[in-house]
């Protein structure tokens, strides 16, 4: 059974930063792209960042370039964002996703969600 688990979010002050997580399993991590995406309240999911499977190509929205980091762990079947100089237009549920061509509007593989709220 393929599992994404994400975890890290909750509530924050503007400013401040977090660090997201999401444990993967059932499938072969090494071989997909990762993607964090995102879907603020009242608003569609939109893709954030993204990394190929072999880490050494990335894309990020552009509201949050020099902002967000995305890594990925492969020994440990796990993918980061990193989170900073969080805004209150950051807040959503996050999601991870793994695919095996790249970050699209369909990924094979979906995570729950995790909640960022950004308080002013």
């Known amino acids: 059974e393929v599992q994404l688990v994400e975890s890290g979010g909750g509530l924050v002050q503007a400013g401040e930063s977090l660090r997201l997580s999401c444990g993967a399993s059932?499938?072969?991590?090494?071989?997909?792209?990762l993607g964090w995406f995102r879907q603020a309240p009242g608003k569609g999911r939109e893709a954030v960042a993204c990394?190929?499977?072999?880490?050494?190509?990335?894309y990020y929205e552009d509201s949050v370039k020099g902002r967000f980091t995305i890594s990925r762990d492969n020994a440990k079947n796990t993918v980061y964002l990193q989170v900073s100089s969080l805004e209150p237009e950051d807040t959503a549920v996050y999601y991870c996703?793994?695919?095996?061509?790249?970050?699209?509007?369909?990924?094979?593989?979906w995570g729950e969600g995790t909640l960022v709220t950004v308080s002013s």
């Open positions: 996703a793994a695919d095996f061509i790249w970050c699209r509007r369909e990924m094979d593989y």
């Open positions: 990394i190929n499977a072999g880490g050494d190509f990335t």
């Open positions: 059932g499938f072969t991590f090494d071989d997909y792209a």
